[in-house]
């Protein structure tokens, strides 16, 4: 099963920091990309249930980087 999940961020280099935040922690079954200001997650497991388990947790460690950055400018 492979699951393609896409995230728009405010901005390419907001984009750039969260793909090295959480880079780190993802196994070779896990890509994360960049298209533009988009972070493209590829993921490839051999069932629906790992696939969720994996998302849960990329999406969590996605968050909490988040909330780390600087808030970005409004405008």
Do not use: F, K, Q
């Amino acid at each position: 099963m492979t699951v393609v999940v896409r995230h728009r961020c405010p901005s390419v280099a907001i984009a750039h920091a969260l793909r090295a935040a959480v880079a780190a922690d993802n196994p070779p079954y896990v890509t994360v990309e960049l298209d533009g200001p988009e972070l493209v997650v590829r993921l490839t497991t051999a069932s629906a249930a790992s696939a969720r388990t994996t998302l849960e947790d990329l999406l969590a460690c996605l968050s909490a980087a988040e909330r780390a950055l600087p808030s970005a400018p409004s405008g």
